[in-house]
């Protein structure tokens, strides 16, 4: 079938709105029609490079170019058919997608780390998860990736089953995709990996769609304050309203505050949610973090960086911690469906946290509003 989906063809250029054509479900495969996807900052890094290998990796990876790719990651849709095998979901019912796909089994699935399922590897190589061969294809017949192996920019896909998670069909799709990367990674950032506890001061640096869950999650986790940095005033008036108790416009400026407020503690947990995290910035981040402390990195770093401005001394003598997370290390599987149960008991905010809706056609406007710190989550919702 052909549906409409935003294509990125190379560096640096504009989200393009071309037609796929889309092959039926095989095995392991189901359908789906996205009717929302995130404007997530993570399908930006496809734009600017920041997250395309290089070409010794390309060449390790048997791939020419990343190059044309549906984007999007952050989505909620509706089965339109399944494929031979396919047990988990049934036509009609709602989904989330998984930009990790969990296959249940594996030795991460299976201790409880789903956000590290082996499968998270087919989804760099071309082709679909299950048989690496294509079902998404351009109106030249050139086959065209899928971020994540979801594209949920695009009106239809076919995915693996591990891909997306049932969700109840009460729920709004559009809280739905939401959870399915930004509230989920945000969030977990704070409860899970950062393990904040209760009286913690926490700093989270960076207030978009990822920075103000993880305001939320702390608030939550019981932390005494949770201090938002980010230099857009919205920004920090939006974490306000989340649960942030102070807000500052850049980590140099929380410093001296926080050493004040903590008498000279600092914080317990320092959360890494900027659009794109820079080496140097960890020295700052550290600078924030007292002893005993834990730095969390969420953000994404250019890939082909490999270096970070920690002082090694000091992160013994004080007994700090660094941090990487996937997916805030929470389970899709477990975590989605009890993300969206905490919103509908009217635990967790989520209807606060779109800014604006767009047509697909308009996704380019929408990246140019989060660009410029006017959303924190702007999304696509198609008819
Ligand atoms: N680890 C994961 O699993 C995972 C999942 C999703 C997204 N991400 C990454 O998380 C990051 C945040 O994503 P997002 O969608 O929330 O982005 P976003 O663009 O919506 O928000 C980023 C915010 O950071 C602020 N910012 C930029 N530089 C800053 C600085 N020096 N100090 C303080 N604030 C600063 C911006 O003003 C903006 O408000 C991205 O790098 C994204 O790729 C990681
Ligand atoms: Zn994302
Ligand atoms: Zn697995």
Not at 265 to 276: C, E, F, K, L, N
Not at 339 to 367: C, F, H, P, S, V
Request: with cysteine; glycine share 12%.
């Amino acid at each position: 079938m052909k549906a409409k989906a935003a294509v990125i063809h190379g560096l640096h250029q504009d989200w393009s709105i071309d037609d796929v054509e889309v092959h039926a479900p095989k095995a392991g495969e189901v359908l789906v029609q996205w009717k929302v996807a995130g404007l997530c900052h993570s399908d930006e890094h496809l734009v600017t490079g920041d997250m395309v290998p290089p070409k010794e990796l390309l060449d390790m990876m048997g791939l020419e170019s990343m190059f044309p790719m549906v984007g999007g990651h952050e989505g909620a849709g509706v089965i339109l058919d399944v494929g031979p095998g396919v047990t988990s979901v049934k036509k009609g019912d709602h989904v989330s997608a998984s930009f990790i796909p969990s296959c249940g089994r594996c030795r991460y699935c299976s201790t409880g780390r789903q956000n590290l399922c082996d499968l998270g590897a087919g989804t760099m190589v071309p082709g679909m998860i299950t048989d690496g061969t294509h079902r998404h294809f351009l109106n030249n017949g050139t086959p065209v990736g899928m971020m994540a192996k979801v594209g949920t920019f695009s009106e239809v896909a076919c995915v693996a089953e591990a891909s997306v998670i049932k969700v109840d069909p009460d729920l709004p799709l559009e809280s739905v995709a939401l959870v399915s990367c930004g509230v989920a990674t945000g969030w977990g950032s704070a409860t899970n990996r950062a393990d904040v506890q209760p009286g913690d001061t926490v700093v989270v640096v960076g207030i978009g769609g990822i920075g103000i869950n993880a305001v939320q999650g702390a608030k939550m986790a019981g932390a005494k304050r949770v201090i938002a940095v980010d230099p857009v005033e919205f920004k920090r008036e939006k974490a306000m309203e989340m649960g942030a108790t102070h807000t500052f416009a850049s980590m140099e400026e929380a410093l001296a505050p926080v050493m004040e407020m903590t008498w000279g503690q600092m914080a317990d947990r320092v959360i890494m949610t900027p659009g794109v995290l820079h080496g140097e910035m960890m020295e700052t981040a550290q600078n924030l973090t007292g002893k005993g402390g834990t730095m969390v990195v969420t953000a994404i770093s250019p890939m082909t960086s490999g270096t970070a401005s920690i002082n090694l001394f000091n992160l013994a003598m004080f007994n700090k911690e660094v941090k990487g997370t996937i997916f805030g290390s929470l389970n899709p599987r477990a975590d989605i469906p009890k993300l969206l149960g905490m919103y509908r008991d009217g635990q967790l905010k989520l209807d606060e946290l779109i800014t604006r809706r767009y047509k697909l056609a308009d996704i380019n406007e929408g990246y140019r509003a989060m660009r410029d710190g006017e959303n924190i989550r702007g999304v696509i919702v198609n008819d």
